[in-house]
């Protein structure tokens, strides 16, 4: 049995690539990005009553992890990339049907956009359906995962001297928290797990329209470089 799905809306995220997109919503809270809805939903009635809700499940398609042949095993990062889980024991992104889900903050409500932050997703997903969170049933207390029982440890993240103005400039400008996404997002220290860098190896990721580098002084320390515009 087949069903054709079509996406209820597009994602316009601070986040331009999936590397240091943190693993899962609400690490970062100050990502933040605008869930444009596609037509009939971008009238007012299919959001009608959404203001009374704080946060939504996403569901949305990982459009740029789709594959054709279903894999039954997949590493996730958290375990360090080198242990197999089975794919339903995990939320990697390469899984059938390339379906994700999120739950976000609902930070406003307009004709034809949703605005959100604590997001997890990437720039252009597309989002195939929107529902409320409801706390009573959505938050168990006794529920439990010996595979993620906790969020991550965040590393320690510094600024050179030249970094923090900058990302203060771009602040501003862009009207978005900047030093806060790049301290909550470097702090889930996003280099892959196996990976020890040297001290001179720079990495950098684009967030927004600002290219983001920063270098490891210390295996368990971020220190940002610069913060400049994207060329
Ligand atoms: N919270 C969701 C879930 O549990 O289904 C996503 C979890 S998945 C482990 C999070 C990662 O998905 C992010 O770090 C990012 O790199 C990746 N990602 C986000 N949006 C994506 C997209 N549209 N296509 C492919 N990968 C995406």
């Known amino acids: 049995m087949q069903h054709t799905v079509s996406p209820v809306g597009i994602v316009r995220s601070c ?5 240091a997109i943190p693993r899962q919503p609400q690490l970062a809270p100050a990502a933040r990005g605008v869930l444009e809805l596609l037509p009939p939903f971008d009238q ?14 996403l569901l949305f398609l990982f459009h740029q992890a789709l594959e054709d042949k279903p894999r039954l095993k997949v590493r996730p990062p958290r375990l360090g990339g080198n ?56 938050c168990i207390d006794d529920a ?23 990302a203060h400039t771009h602040a501003l400008r862009l009207r978005e928290p900047l030093v806060e996404l790049i301290e909550q997002c470097l702090a889930q220290d996003p280099r892959p797990a196996y990976q020890v860098p ?20 210390k295996p368990d320390q971020i220190r940002v470089l610069e913060v400049v515009p994207d060329a």
């Open 83 to 138: 242990k197999s889980m089975g794919v339903f024991a995990t939320r990697a992104t390469h899984r059938p049907n390339g379906i994700g889900q999120s739950v976000v903050r609902l930070e406003g409500v307009e004709a034809g956009r949703l605005l959100l932050s604590g997001i997890d997703l990437l720039d252009g997903t597309p989002v195939l359906d929107i529902k409320p969170y409801v706390p009573y049933a959505d």
């Open 15 to 19: 986040f331009k690539e999936k590397f």
């Open 198 to 217: 040297p001290a001179d190896r720079v990495y950098g990721v684009k967030f927004w329209d600002v290219q983001v580098r920063w270098h490891y002084p």
């Open 144 to 166: 439990t995962n010996q595979m993620a029982s906790d969020a991550p440890e965040p590393i320690a993240v510094t600024w050179s001297e030249a970094a923090l103005p900058q």
């Open 44 to 57: 007012g009635d299919a959001v009608a009553g959404l203001e009374q809700v704080s946060h939504v499940w």
